[in-house]
Structures are given as structure tokens and as C-alpha cells.
């Protein structure tokens, strides 16, 4: 069964730069039916989703975060990884990295990690 | 980008009830509208996809339709283990983005 786990930093002071790594296991990160992404959820914007990246590297980010993201991916270490830039308070959230099926379908989700900005 | 107006944001209903949820989008999206659940501490689960396929291992009890713009989620006896929050999201056109929720709460 495919699992999907979040690692990185629980805390984050203001400006700096969010790296998160999510790591999957149980099944192959190259495939051509499936690419990566990252999903974000606060309470104040509800669900969030922030962009993809596919096993060739090539990234959609979304519009409204795209000056401020950077996706990768490691086929070798069947990882793949955010960075978020500039970090403020409004970033603060839960990250869930998620699989994407070319159907359209988000699936599964890994656990989410809390992500605090505040110095 | 295309908004997702889901309602209610909440409700309360008792085991047994049919409950339906509502997703209206601010434009023409086919049949290109997800459905998940979520339960507190929880990452989203898939429950529907294109409008109105059932995922794997979801129960039956739970349907999906469409009606233009109009997306309904529908549990027809609601279970204990159905109290969650609900939430859809389209696919049609980047950027995706989802409803803002739906909490289903016990009477």
C-alpha cells in the first residue's frame, strides 16, 4: 500500500524558507500514471492546493504562490520536496504531500505536518 | 480561477438521516469535481471522483451527482463513522481549488 510522510521543520521564523520532504514508500515516485504535490490546509483559507511536480521534473505551481515555490524530486530516493520562500504568519498551516493521479484524482494523502511561522 | 461555493458550512443530523451537501462552481466544469472526507487530526480521504464515481472501498451509502454548475454530495444513513468534514474540490482547470467545507456534526 502506498504511504506518503511529510518531514521538515515544525517551526519557521518569519522570511525564511520552508523545506519540506515528503517520502514514499511502498511503491515506485516514476510512473507515468501518477505525479506529486503538495496541499496545504489553515483555518483561516481552508484547503490549498499549492502545485505538482512529475516524475520528470517538470512543475505547475499555483498562481498565487508561484513567485514563492519550488518543487524537486530525488527518483533515487523516491522523494520529492517543497521549498516555500519568505515565510509569514499568513503561511501557517498544515502541509499534506499528495499523490495525483493523471485522472485528476488527489490519493492518498500523507499525514500532514503543522508548519508554524512566528519568531 | 474557478471558486467552489460549497453549503451548508455546517449541519447537525442524526444517525439515519440523509444528509446532502451542496457544491455550486463559478463556471462550467464538466464532471471534473472530487469529494473527500476528513476527520479531525486527519488528512483528506477520497470519496468521489468525476462527479459521481464511488473510490474504492467507500460505502455505497454514499452517491454523488451533478446538475450544470451544481455538485451534490449525498450520505443516504448517515453512520456514526460519518461525522466528519466534507470537503469538494475541482479539477477542471488549474489552479484546482476546493470548497470551503462542510462540518456534519451529531444532533
Known amino acids: 500500500q502506498l504511504q506518503l510522510q511529510e518531514s521538515g521543520p515544525g517551526l519557521v521564523k518569519p522570511s525564511e524558507t520552508l523545506s519540506l520532504i515528503c517520502t514514499v514508500s511502498?511503491?515506485?515516485?516514476?510512473?507515468?500514471?501518477?505525479?506529486w504535490g503538495w496541499v496545504r490546509q489553515s483555518p483561516g483559507k481552508g484547503l490549498e492546493w499549492i502545485g505538482r511536480i512529475y516524475d520528470s521534473g517538470s512543475t505547475y505551481y499555483n498562481p498565487s504562490l508561484k513567485s514563492r515555490v519550488t518543487m524537486s524530486i530525488d527518483t533515487s530516493k523516491n522523494q520529492f520536496s517543497l521549498k516555500l520562500s519568505s515565510m509569514t504568519a499568513a503561511d501557517t498551516a498544515v502541509y499534506y504531500c499528495v499523490r495525483h493521479r493523471v485522472s485528476r484524482l488527489l490519493d492518498p494523502w500523507g499525514q500532514g505536518i503543522l508548519v508554524t511561522v512566528s519568531s | 480561477e474557478i471558486q467552489m461555493t460549497q453549503s451548508p458550512s455546517s449541519l447537525s443530523a442524526s444517525v439515519g438521516d440523509r444528509v446532502t451537501i451542496t457544491c455550486r462552481a463559478s463556471?462550467?466544469?464538466?464532471?471534473?469535481v472530487n469529494w473527500y472526507q476528513q476527520k479531525p487530526g486527519k488528512a483528506p480521504e477520497l470519496l468521489i471522483y468525476s462527479a459521481s464515481d464511488l473510490q474504492s472501498g467507500v460505502p455505497s451509502r454514499f452517491s454523488g451527482s451533478e446538475s450544470g454548475t451544481d455538485f451534490t454530495l449525498t450520505i443516504s444513513s448517515l453512520q456514526p463513522e460519518d461525522f466528519a468534514s466534507y470537503f469538494c474540490q475541482q479539477t477542471y482547470s488549474t489552479p484546482w481549488t476546493f470548497g470551503q467545507g462542510t462540518k456534519v456534526e451529531i444532533k
Open positions: 511502498g511503491g515506485s515516485i516514476s510512473s507515468t500514471n501518477y505525479y
Open positions: 463556471q462550467r466544469i464538466t464532471t471534473y
